[in-house]
């Protein structure tokens, strides 16, 4: 079992830790502060012990770093890892602009969010939506980036799996939530948006900037397909 620091402080980006299993170019640890690839994000990148990390994975609770070639190391050693902190933190600022994406549309159109995928540079939000025309697409992400500039903090908690699920709109994703966790971690976006979630966030929309638009899809008769981006705000 890694402890994540990626959720008791999401802004850790260096850290020690011990190897606790290597296989290969695997490599698990009794502590991370590198978020793994799952719930539409991307993994983080960087370095442990002056090695690349290419990937970060996960199965159940354990964590595996990917390295670029076999693990070197063996178990009960220190290392020291660090994150590629500018792309992590975009990650952040997209997967919050994306939750915010997501209840502004809901609220005005009723819309599901079918799938979403967080990267550093673009991101997509996907829609079930048979209408999604520019005004309405613009309407939106004013909508957003009115919650954006609001200054709204984003906290995190945790909430017994049964009071979770019995929470209505909490639990988007149910089947990514393993059923055997007591207890789900819930991020809270000031009064916009609160699901159980497992992704790293800013601590306050203000950090995000500003949303913007790349580019909208059709993906089949009611699938709508949103890419976005952030920017630094007054751009
Ligand atoms: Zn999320």
Redesign the pocket.
Known sequence: MTEKLFWSDMYCRVFDAKVIAVEETRVQLDRTAFNPRG???VSDTGTLGGLRVAEVTKDGESIFHVMQEPVPWSVGEVLHGELDWDRRYRIMRM?TS??ILSAVVHRESGALITG?Q?SPDESRVDFNLADFDKEKIASYVDGANRAVSRGLDVKTYFMKREEALATPGFVKLANAMPPTLAELRI?QIGDVDT?A???V?VANTREIGKVAVVKTENKGKDNRRLYFTVQDAGV
């Open positions: 719930g539409g994000l997967h994306a939750h979403n967080i991020v699901q979630d497992g992704g966030h």
